[in-house]
Nanobody, 123 residues
Framework: QVQLVESGGGSVQSGGSLRLSCAAS????????MGWFRQAPGKEREGVAA???????SYADSVKGRFTISQDNAKNTLYLQMNSLKPEDTAMYYC?????????????????WGQGTQVTVSS
């Protein structure tokens, strides 16, 4: 059974940093495409970043240059380093795994999801 557990969220001031982690279990981690999504109250879930099984990465324009997605295959863990945080980054952040085709930023193509970790950025 695939399980994804996020951690690392919290409250920070504008300009601060956080690193999110997603611990994965129940499958061969390195074979999956992984992604980070976020959802703010009243808004749709949006793709933040993704990393393919070959290590290539993709980012939403709103986070390019500020966020970095990475993974440690030995630890079966996905990371999202978030720097220069802005109040508009406030959202619940979700880890997703096993993209079955489609676009990296489209949540419908991911088969497994974590429960989310809250990120709040104050001005």
């Amino acid at each position: 059974q695939v399980q994804l557990v996020e951690s690392g969220g919290g409250s920070v001031q504008s300009g601060g940093s956080l690193r999110l982690s997603c611990a994965a279990s129940g499958y061969t981690y390195s074979s999956y495409c992984m992604g980070w999504f976020r959802q703010a109250p009243g808004k749709e879930r949006e793709g933040v970043a993704a990393i393919d099984s070959d290590g290539s990465t993709s980012y939403a324009d709103s986070v390019k240059g500020r966020f970095t997605i990475s993974q440690d295959n030995a630890k079966n863990t996905l990371y999202l380093q978030m720097n220069s945080l802005k109040p508009e980054d406030t959202a619940m952040y979700y880890c997703a795994a096993d993209r079955d085709g489609g676009s990296w930023y489209d949540s419908q193509w991911y088969n497994h999801w974590g429960q989310g970790t809250q990120v709040t950025v104050s001005s």
